[in-house]
């Protein structure tokens, strides 16, 4: 067995072995609050269960849709990332594919299938050129989109460059080798030897003459242009001996052309073997690249069909605690970091104000795939990973424009979820994303109270007792800046008539049979409150923390009282009055 075959057996097998240790740490591995609590064999049963109820039903179609629409002709990508990604994609994806195995697995794959098989026939030889040629092409218009007329929020990892280098580095070897293996002479007598059977000296030099006119090849003793007698005299040698097994290099014509190029140094680099040093970095690279595969940014060629046909199917069941537990993981997996994301996020533009990159959605996956996997980050880095998931809007831009096919929104949601639970007490939980947690309320199971209390206590230190009806009303002047009370005071409150309507609609009173024990003053009560210059006991109701901003009282009050931006002010005044006691 030849060391270049004992390289490509080790190198299946560890990529095998890779394969199925990043498959199965999909089950093991933990992000967000819903993977926090669900056991590994629960996680692996319900995706095994779920599986077969997919497969054994009629979305099996649905599957059988998505695999041939957005996995082979990458329909997703062409829609969501346009048509010259979509383009550098399908070149390098499926060049690069045929070139495994056809070429690369030949022995494996080719030689089975076509009995007849010479990688010097065509159209063979010609089709190695061709697809060696597409993969080239599809990284040029990478590069160029990347590099030369990238998004200025784009980031490039390394992980981005050793995806392009290691292609590049596979294809530029391969031509290089292809050419100086037709230049070089050892490899033509090896080639007599191994299979013409010559044994004339004269046929031997009138081939050899042929072949440098023809074929490229570079010979120390005969130069072009050759003699026509002789020249004929190989061309019936070689339409005897080599045509059955080799048509012309011109067909090859990637190898050709760099043959042309590197005529004038062909016979130094043969003699001080050339050859045997472009094979082995070629050999070598291409063995790196497969072994590499399940490590590296390359693994989303396996991640990423499996996210598209699992969320093709995706039901309610599929979305429960140990299916997305799973769900997340194999989602971060598939990120390619193409950036589509990132040019679609809402809240971008604060990313260049406050100067933190992990705002962007690309950067936030390659932050959760560190995360995920116990990787090291600094303090700085940790705190600014924690602002990238509050901030978000949830405004699902980037789950739309994901060419992957990833629920980024749900993913952020599910991770934001983890940190307020885990984290302890996080102001900016009170700003408008608390919107989102209310509306999934049901499907936080009991886990929705509990950081609203502590972050309630942090802020205001004796907490926020209800306030009963009857209880006394106490203004205390003190403590109140002419800024806030223009601030609080910015509408007119004789305009509201106790109409209630404000309290009727609000989704969160709706959630209590009892809301006054929980809430303490209602809307329309805070409302009535402020009317009377009573700003201290309504800064002092839990109503205006568990406020979701949704603005449905503010955009069904027939007086236009601007309900729910007074609430948010009495916010602001509860935690700037805080703020002053601990000063003093």
């Given at each position: 067995?030849?060391?270049?075959?004992?390289?490509?057996?080790?190198?299946l097998?560890?990529?095998?072995?890779?394969?199925?240790?990043?498959i199965?740490?999909?089950?093991?591995?933990?992000?967000?609050?819903?993977?926090?609590?669900?056991?590994?064999?629960r996680?692996?049963?319900a995706?095994?269960?779920?599986?077969?109820r997919?497969?054994?039903?009629?979305?099996?179609l649905?599957?059988?849709?998505?695999?041939?629409?957005?996995?082979?002709?990458?329909?997703?990508?062409?829609?969501?990332?346009?048509f010259f990604?979509w383009l550098a994609?399908v070149l390098?994806?499926?060049g690069f594919?045929l070139l495994l195995f056809?070429?690369?697995?030949?022995n494996?794959?080719?030689?089975?299938l076509?009995?007849?098989?010479y990688?010097?026939?065509n159209?063979?030889?010609?089709?190695?050129?061709?697809?060696g040629l597409?993969?080239?092409?599809?990284l040029?218009?990478a590069v160029?989109?990347?590099?030369?007329?990238?998004?200025?929020?784009?980031?490039?990892?390394?992980m981005d460059k050793?995806a392009?280098f290691?292609v590049?580095?596979i294809i530029?070897?391969g031509?290089?080798?292809?050419g100086l293996?037709?230049?070089?002479?050892s490899?033509?007598?090896?080639?007599?030897?191994?299979?013409?059977g010559?044994?004339?000296e004269?046929?031997i030099?009138a081939l050899?003459g042929?072949?440098v006119?023809?074929?490229?090849?570079?010979?120390?003793?005969i130069?072009?242009?050759?003699?026509?007698e002789?020249?004929?005299?190989?061309?019936e040698v070689?339409?005897t001996n080599?045509?059955?097994?080799?048509?012309?290099?011109?067909?090859g014509?990637?190898?050709?052309?760099?043959?042309?190029l590197i005529r004038?140094f062909?016979?130094w680099?043969?003699?001080?073997?050339?050859?045997t040093?472009?094979?082995?970095i070629?050999?070598?690279?291409?063995?790196?690249?497969?072994?590499?595969?399940?490590?590296?940014k390359?693994?989303?060629?396996?991640?990423?069909p499996?996210i598209?046909?699992v969320n093709?199917?995706?039901?309610?069941?599929?979305?429960a605690?140990?299916?997305?537990?799973?769900l997340?993981?194999?989602?971060?997996?598939?990120c390619t970091?193409?950036?589509?994301?990132?040019q679609s996020?809402?809240?971008?533009?604060?990313?260049?104000?406050?100067?933190?990159e992990?705002?962007l959605?690309?950067?936030?996956?390659q932050?959760?795939?560190?995360?995920?996997r116990?990787?090291?980050?600094?303090?700085?880095?940790?705190?600014a990973?924690r602002?990238?998931v509050?901030?978000c809007?949830?405004?699902?831009r980037?789950t739309?424009a994901?060419?992957?096919?990833?629920?980024?929104?749900?993913?952020?949601?599910n991770?934001?979820?983890?940190l307020?639970?885990s984290?302890?007490p996080?102001?900016?939980?009170l700003?408008p994303?608390?919107?989102v947690?209310?509306?999934?309320?049901?499907?936080?199971s009991?886990m929705y109270?509990?950081?609203?209390?502590?972050?309630?206590?942090a802020?205001?230190?004796?907490?926020?007792?209800?306030?009963?009806?009857?209880?006394?009303?106490?203004?205390d002047?003190?403590g109140?800046?002419?800024?806030?009370?223009?601030?609080?005071?910015?509408?007119?409150?004789?305009?509201?008539?106790?109409?209630r309507?404000?309290?009727?609609i609000c989704?969160?009173?709706?959630?209590?049979?009892?809301?006054?024990e929980?809430?303490?003053?209602?809307p329309?009560?805070?409302?009535?409150s402020?009317?009377?210059?009573?700003?201290?006991?309504a800064?002092?109701?839990p109503?205006i923390?568990y406020?979701?901003?949704?603005?449905q009282?503010?955009?069904?009050?027939?007086?236009?009282?601007p309900v729910?931006d007074?609430?948010?002010?009495?916010?602001?005044y509860a935690v700037?009055?805080?703020?002053?006691?601990?000063?003093?």
């Amino acid at each position: 067995m030849s060391p270049f075959t004992i390289l490509l057996y080790s190198s299946l097998l560890i990529c095998i072995v890779g394969l199925g240790y990043r498959i199965g740490s999909w089950f093991v591995l933990k992000v967000g609050a819903c993977g926090q609590t669900v056991s590994v064999p629960r996680r692996i049963s319900a995706f095994v269960k779920g599986l077969f109820r997919v497969v054994f039903s009629l979305k099996a179609l649905k599957l059988l849709q998505t695999f041939v629409i957005d996995i082979v002709f990458q329909r997703r990508i062409f829609v969501k990332a346009g048509f010259f990604r979509w383009l550098a994609h399908v070149l390098i994806f499926y060049g690069f594919l045929l070139l495994l195995f056809m070429h690369a697995l030949d022995n494996i794959i080719t030689q089975r299938l076509f009995p007849d098989y010479y990688s010097t026939l065509n159209p063979f030889l010609f089709l190695r050129s061709f697809l060696g040629l597409l993969v080239l092409t599809g990284l040029a218009i990478a590069v160029g989109r990347r590099f030369l007329s990238k998004h200025q929020r784009v980031k490039t990892t390394l992980m981005d460059k050793y995806a392009i280098f290691i292609v590049a580095l596979i294809i530029f070897s391969g031509v290089f080798l292809e050419g100086l293996t037709m230049t070089a002479h050892s490899e033509f007598e090896r080639m007599l030897e191994d299979y013409a059977g010559l044994y004339d000296e004269e046929e031997i030099k009138a081939l050899e003459g042929f072949w440098v006119e023809n074929f490229a090849l570079v010979s120390p003793t005969i130069h072009a242009p050759v003699n026509a007698e002789f020249l004929s005299l190989g061309a019936e040698v070689n339409e005897t001996n080599c045509m059955s097994c080799h048509v012309s290099n011109k067909w090859g014509f990637l190898g050709y052309g760099t043959a042309q190029l590197i005529r004038p140094f062909a016979v130094w680099l043969d003699q001080n073997g050339g050859v045997t040093l472009f094979r082995y970095i070629h050999f070598i690279s291409c063995f790196l690249g497969l072994a590499m595969l399940p490590f590296t940014k390359m693994f989303h060629m396996v991640s990423v069909p499996i996210i598209m046909l699992v969320n093709a199917v995706r039901t309610d069941e599929i979305s429960a605690p140990e299916n997305l537990a799973t769900l997340n993981i194999m989602e971060i997996d598939a990120c390619t970091h193409c950036g589509v994301c990132t040019q679609s996020c809402s809240a971008a533009m604060m990313s260049e104000v406050v100067g933190n990159e992990y705002i962007l959605p690309s950067e936030k996956m390659q932050a959760l795939k560190k995360l995920m996997r116990k990787r090291k980050i600094n303090q700085k880095e940790w705190d600014a990973v924690r602002q990238g998931v509050y901030v978000c809007t949830s405004c699902e831009r980037c789950t739309v424009a994901c060419p992957s096919g990833i629920r980024l929104k749900d993913l952020w949601e599910n991770v934001r979820e983890d940190l307020i639970q885990s984290h302890g007490p996080e102001s900016s939980m009170l700003s408008p994303f608390s919107f989102v947690r209310g509306m999934h309320r049901d499907t936080l199971s009991g886990m929705y109270e509990k950081p609203v209390r502590e972050t309630l206590n942090a802020v205001c230190r004796n907490g926020h007792p209800g306030i009963k009806d009857d209880a006394p009303l106490v203004f205390d002047k003190g403590g109140q800046s002419e800024r806030t009370q223009k601030l609080i005071y910015a509408s007119d409150f004789a305009a509201c008539f106790d109409c209630r309507n404000c309290t009727l609609i609000c989704p969160v009173v709706a959630s209590y049979e009892k809301p006054e024990e929980t809430l303490g003053m209602l809307p329309h009560q805070i409302m009535c409150s402020l009317g009377l210059n009573l700003i201290e006991p309504a800064s002092q109701s839990p109503m205006i923390w568990y406020c979701l901003t949704c603005y449905q009282c503010q955009e069904h009050c027939p007086q236009n009282v601007p309900v729910c931006d007074l609430l948010y002010s009495l916010k602001n005044y509860a935690v700037n009055k805080e703020r002053k006691l601990e000063e003093t």
